[in-house]
């Protein structure tokens, strides 16, 4: 490689390492750190409760009772209001449930946005 070429490759390396490091780091400590400052409110969720009400009214309202308006539904399966209030209750817990479906609970084919979505309807329901 003739020299001139090599400085200059070598020039327009410094200059962007120069340009682009500080926002790779600003970009590393935001990946890096993000995802603990959420982890610290785990009752909050991280989903649209608003969202996971429509949600849970399309796919769980034939067998729970998700609203309070709402006057049918499945034997045994528990009202959204009773899940929410039961010990040691937590959004993670109901997306855990939705994500591992037991015996009694249809499979139900949703993203994993939209069971936090519904986990986060479930839990503003807790008093």
Same mark, same amino acid.
């Given at each position: 490689m003739p020299k001139i070429a090599y400085e200059w490759s070598g020039i327009r390396k410094s200059l962007v390492m120069k340009?682009? *490091?500080?926002? +790779?780091?600003?970009l590393a400590a935001w990946l890096l750190f993000t995802p603990a400052g959420f982890a610290m409110d *785990?009752? /909050?969720?991280y989903g649209d409760a608003a969202y996971g !009400?429509? &949600?849970a009214i399309r796919w769980c309202s #034939?067998?729970? &009772?998700?609203?309070?308006d709402q006057q049918r539904a499945k034997a045994g399966a528990p009202p959204f /209001?009773?899940?929410?209030? #039961?010990? %040691?209750? %937590?959004s993670d817990r109901v997306a !855990? +449930?939705? &994500? #591992? =479906?037991? =015996?009694n609970m249809? *499979? &139900?084919?949703l993203s994993r946005a939209a069971i936090d979505d519904i986990a986060a309807y479930i839990t503003s329901l807790k008093k």
């Open positions: 340009t682009f *490091k500080p926002a +790779l780091a600003a *785990k009752e /909050a969720g !009400r429509g &949600l #034939s067998c729970h &009772l998700v609203t309070a /209001a009773t899940i929410a209030q #039961s010990p %040691n209750f %937590n !855990r +449930l939705m &994500l #591992s =479906p037991h =015996p249809a *499979k &139900l084919a």
